[in-house]
């Protein structure tokens, strides 16, 4: 399983460059769009073009969204969470069972592939008929996978102005998830240190 499914699910709420948030999953046909632009990431679950994305399916997704975003701002301690949730982040424990609850729903087991040119590999398979269920459970998965690895130590929150994101510390002196959040960073910090001083006010 891709390990990063889970960073890219916590992605889909991003600043949109004027101050404000997205949520790219604000309604159904975001997650429609989201989960195409995923396809790479969810090929062994291969259902992206048979779900049926309604509200509840939306609503599911959110919610494993909310519980990874809740233990990544944990995961980035003493380091700030992002800003866009960071005043109403779910309770860890909370984050947790949420995190738990969903994987436990679709049962899987492991199967021995051994390709004739390749080596042999483990390979989870579930004959759980829901496909709400597989993907959410494959989310969840993502997640326990990214935060028991060696990324969960790398993980940090974007602390460019207007940026939202979590991302994976690449180098030693990588500060933000880009290189356009790098330029809007340094251009405020050089803004603090040449800006006029502010007027006195008037004397009661």
Not at 31 to 40: E, S
Not at 121 to 146: G, H, M, Q, Y
């Amino acid at each position: 399983m891709n390990q990063y499914l889970a960073l890219e699910l916590a992605s889909t709420i991003r600043h949109d460059g004027h101050g404000g948030v997205i949520d790219d999953l604000a309604d159904t046909q975001g997650l429609t769009t989201w989960l195409r632009d995923q396809a790479d990431l969810l090929a062994d679950w291969n259902d992206t073009d048979s779900i049926t994305v309604g509200e509840a399916a939306r609503s599911e997704v959110v919610a494993v969204r909310a519980a990874v975003r809740a233990l990544f701002a944990r995961a980035v301690r003493p380091g700030p969470p992002s800003p866009a949730d960071a005043s109403r982040l779910l309770p860890v424990d909370q984050a947790l069972a949420r995190i738990n609850t969903a994987t436990a729903r679709q049962p899987v087991t492991p199967m021995l592939d051994w390709p004739e040119d390749g080596a042999p590999k483990s390979i989870l398979r579930s004959t759980e008929p829901d496909p709400v269920i597989r993907l959410t459970a494959t989310l969840a998965r993502s997640a326990i996978d990214f935060l028991t690895g060696p990324q969960r130590t790398l993980l940090r929150a974007c602390t460019a102005p207007r940026c939202v994101r979590y991302f994976v510390k690449e180098h030693g002196r990588q500060e933000w998830c880009k290189a356009s959040c790098g330029n809007r960073a340094r251009a405020a910090r050089h803004y603090q240190r040449h800006r006029p001083p502010t007027e006195p006010g008037p004397r009661p």
